[in-house]
């Protein structure tokens, strides 16, 4: 079945310093991939929408200059959180729609990374 | 707006069945789905559901939903162990960004 893989899966980093995260879709194309964001033991929040060969879609509150989103391929979305602070510090899952006719409009999630920002 | 409220626990005992409830706001949601998260994991699509069915089974899983009232279900046939997880309902309209509810944490007990 389909897969979405993200990477990492744990980074930690330095106040200051930027980090991205990487989104693949590796057996569908996905023209469009979304950006959520899951603080512990609440729900997610969607951060934002990607979209390949234009400019990201951005949710009410979302920084778009400390958020950049980059869909630069079919298959490949990435999440760069620019001057990381602590506060940034989460889960961050990416998901993506098979666009095949047959795929059912199932949208597939990747594992998500843990950010920790210290 | 979308909302959706989902409750937030649910024991159950190793065999039986699980109910996890689910209502939502939007009425035009297309796609209503439920989604699995063990802990430290992603998110694995359990099943889905078109808004104009009222009813899905596939294998130990059964989805209802009651349109005129906006709420969904999902059931779990004979919990097994592996079964202790949070569950997402979330809806989607017409552009596949989802709407989460808060999560149900389900307990199975031996």
């Known amino acids: 079945g389909a897969v979405v893989s993200q990477h990492p899966s744990r980074v930690i980093c330095k106040s200051g310093t930027s980090v991205k995260i990487e989104c693949r879709s590796l057996d569908f194309q996905a023209t469009t991939m979304f950006w959520y964001r899951q603080f512990p033991k609440q729900s997610l929040m969607l951060m934002a929408t990607s979209n390949e060969g234009s400019k990201a879609t951005y949710e009410q509150g979302v920084e778009k200059d400390k958020f950049l989103i980059n869909h630069a391929s079919l298959t490949l979305s990435t999440l760069t959180v620019t001057s990381a602070h602590p506060e940034d510090s989460s889960f961050y899952i990416c998901s993506a729609r098979d666009l095949a006719e047959n795929s059912g409009n199932t949208i597939y999630f990747g594992e998500g990374s843990w950010l920790t920002v210290v | 707006g979308e909302d959706v409220e989902q409750s937030l626990f649910l024991s159950v005992r190793e065999g039986d069945s699980s109910v996890i409830n689910c209502t939502y706001t939007?009425?035009?949601?297309?796609?209503l789905y439920w989604y699995k998260q063990e802990p430290g994991a992603g998110l694995q699509l359990l099943t889905y559901i078109f808004s104009n069915m009222d009813m899905k089974q596939d294998q130990r899983l059964t989805v209802l939903l009651n349109k005129k009232d906006k709420h969904l279900s999902l059931r779990i046939a004979d919990t097994q162990t592996g079964d202790s997880a949070i569950y997402f309902c979330a809806e989607s309209v017409d552009d596949y960004k989802l709407s989460f509810g808060a999560g149900t944490t389900v307990t199975v007990r031996a």
């Open positions: 939007d009425s035009s949601s297309t796609y």
